[in-house]
């Protein structure tokens, strides 16, 4: 069989694989496309739809494109669907939703950029040729019309079936007028080659060298929420590879690829970046639930304050001192600038504070105060440390490597022991505010709070304590502050 057999007959399981997963949604595609067509309209699915599709993959939505203009469709979709969105109509899309799907249906566009903003000078086109010529890369330029009867033709005048079939990220038109239409591009290159596994060809890996220092044309907030899908995808490392090695990395997250440091013949350690992308592998292999978007950050950001508290050591060695803290504080100032949650700040922030406390374990050599300490500090985020502690393993001696894990093993045990006794989630004063504002005879105020730490603290170090109890040691560090 040639070439062109072997491609064809490719091609054509493709496609079948296609028509199976896209008439999963075959009822809702043959109504909208008899609206559609009743209208004189047509319609088409396209993008991320046709080529998850394609792939096998599950798609949550629907995006489509059409030769009608928004406020024609308005007119059309609202007596069939169930409601409309307009949020998208400056740039010629309509939300419609029907049923239990939300789909987006846009207008086909022939758009012109500045190349200075990423917003373009909004026009419609004619053809779906203009509209697929103007999309990301060439596996995102495929549509199938939608017809009355379902599926329609297929449509792929760019190659987007072989790229996808050599699982290569290309672009419709030249690299260099793409991302300069939408630097952003060049992040989503680095996001698909994580979630879809796919490389970019030469000409895309050499222009996002080249044109690394646009992104920063774009908001911060497009940027992350790019960052979390390519850290949420299959294989984040390779995503985060091409950032780094293409200097995209150093316009959104220069940390990351800070973490590069020569090993020279004097002073051998382990490459902090190679490191910290090996404990991200191993994290994501230790989830239980699902892609963790908290824990994935951490395990790439752990060691982020290496660089910084790097020393020489007289004896030929390598230190760190205070990495965590250094890092937790960087972490904090990078996370804050792309505008992320308080809350998500703060637990990856606090998990690469917390990554090297168990190291001061030893063979089991805390005590019971430790460890309550190390449950009350890490609280919610606990089952999180557990795993970045365990992924942040990556020696390669064996014997270090099990002598580890043993002593991790042997701190969750511990750790279960005393939570059969103690609530160690919830480690709190055996008296509350109300209680020693009325033994103290005090109002509400500092003192309270000064009083209430003191009991926590002793919570932490004894274990629970009876009400008695409480109540002497509260007197008993009162008086003394008399």
């Known amino acids: 069989m040639s070439d062109h057999d072997h491609d064809a007959g490719a091609d054509a399981e493709l496609l079948a694989r296609a028509a199976v997963a896209l008439n999963r949604d075959g009822d809702l595609l043959r109504d909208i496309g008899a609206v559609f067509a009743a209208a004189g309209h047509q319609l088409y699915l396209v993008g991320g739809s046709v080529r998850d599709a394609l792939l096998g993959r599950p798609s949550p939505d629907l995006d489509f494109t059409t030769?009608?203009?928004?406020?024609?469709?308005?007119?059309?979709?609202?007596?069939?669907?169930?409601?409309?969105?307009?949020?998208?109509?400056?740039?010629?899309?309509?939300?419609?939703?029907?049923?239990?799907?939300?789909?987006?249906?846009?207008?086909?566009?022939?758009?012109?950029?500045?190349?200075?903003?990423?917003?373009?000078?909004?026009?419609?086109?004619?053809?779906?040729?203009?509209?697929?010529?103007?999309?990301?890369?060439?596996?995102?330029a495929m549509a199938v019309a939608i017809t009355a009867d379902g599926l329609g033709a297929f449509h792929d005048p760019l190659g987007g079936l072989a790229a996808l079939r050599?699982?290569?990220?290309?672009?419709?038109?030249?690299?260099?007028?793409?991302?300069?239409?939408?630097?952003?591009?060049?992040?989503?290159?680095?996001?698909?080659?994580?979630?879809?596994?796919?490389?970019?060809?030469?000409?895309?890996?050499?222009?996002m060298t080249a044109m690394a220092a646009q992104l920063s044309r774009i908001t911060v907030e497009r940027v992350a929420v790019e960052l979390d899908k390519l850290l949420l995808g299959a294989d984040p490392v390779v995503g985060i590879d091409l950032m780094v090695q293409t200097g995209l990395g150093d316009v959104v997250l220069p940390e990351v690829g800070g973490m590069r440091m020569a090993i020279d013949e004097h002073h051998q350690h382990k490459d902090v970046y190679w490191h910290s992308l090996?404990?991200?592998?191993?994290?994501?292999?230790?989830?239980?639930?699902?892609?963790?978007?908290?824990?994935?950050?951490?395990?790439?950001?752990?060691?982020?304050?290496k660089p910084a508290t790097r020393r020489h050591e007289p004896d030929g060695g390598v230190s760190f001192h205070h990495h965590e803290v250094v890092g937790a504080k960087m972490v904090r100032k990078r996370m804050r600038a792309l505008k992320y949650s308080k809350q998500m700040v703060e637990d990856v922030s606090q998990l690469v504070f917390l990554?090297?406390?168990?190291?001061?374990?030893?063979?089991?050599?805390?005590?019971?105060?430790?460890?309550?300490?190390?449950v009350t500090d890490a609280g919610p985020l606990l089952s999180r440390l557990h795993k970045l502690?365990?992924?942040?393993?990556?020696?390669?001696?064996?014997?270090?490597?099990?002598?580890?894990?043993?002593?991790?093993?042997?701190?969750?045990?511990?750790?279960?022991?005393?939570?059969?006794?103690?609530?160690?989630?919830?480690?709190?004063?055996?008296l509350d505010g109300n209680e020693i504002m009325t033994l103290l005879g005090i109002p509400a105020g500092p003192q309270v709070g000064e009083a209430w730490?003191?009991?926590?603290?002793?919570?932490?170090?004894?274990?629970?304590?009876?009400?008695?109890?409480?109540?002497?040691?509260?007197?008993?560090?009162?008086?003394?502050?008399?």
């Open 278 to 305: 090996t404990v991200l592998r191993q994290a994501i292999d230790l989830e239980d639930d699902g892609p963790d978007l908290v824990l994935r950050w951490a395990a790439l950001l752990h060691d982020i304050g």
């Open 389 to 430: 502690v365990r992924a942040d393993c990556t020696t390669r001696n064996k014997r270090r490597a099990a002598r580890l894990q043993a002593n991790y093993d042997d701190l969750e045990r511990r750790i279960t022991e005393l939570a059969a006794q103690e609530d160690l989630q919830r480690v709190r004063p055996d």
């Open 67 to 140: 030769d009608a203009r928004p406020e024609q469709m308005q007119a059309f979709l609202r007596p069939w669907a169930d409601a409309l969105w307009d949020t998208g109509i400056e740039f010629g899309t309509i939300g419609v939703g029907k049923r239990d799907h939300r789909l987006e249906i846009t207008t086909f566009r022939a758009d012109s950029y500045d190349q200075v903003s990423r917003n373009p000078q909004v026009r419609y086109g004619d053809r779906l040729e203009d509209d697929l010529v103007r999309r990301d890369f060439t596996v995102n």
């Open 166 to 207: 050599a699982r290569t990220l290309d672009t419709p038109s030249a690299p260099e007028v793409s991302f300069g239409d939408d630097p952003l591009r060049m992040l989503r290159a680095a996001r698909f080659t994580s979630q879809l596994q796919f490389q970019v060809a030469p000409r895309v890996l050499a222009a």
């Open 355 to 374: 990554h090297l406390r168990f190291h001061g374990y030893g063979d089991g050599k805390w005590t019971d105060s430790a460890v309550r300490r190390y």
């Open 453 to 482: 730490r003191y009991l926590k603290e002793l919570r932490l170090d004894r274990g629970p304590m009876s009400h008695d109890e409480a109540v002497d040691e509260l007197m008993k560090w009162w008086n003394a502050k008399q």
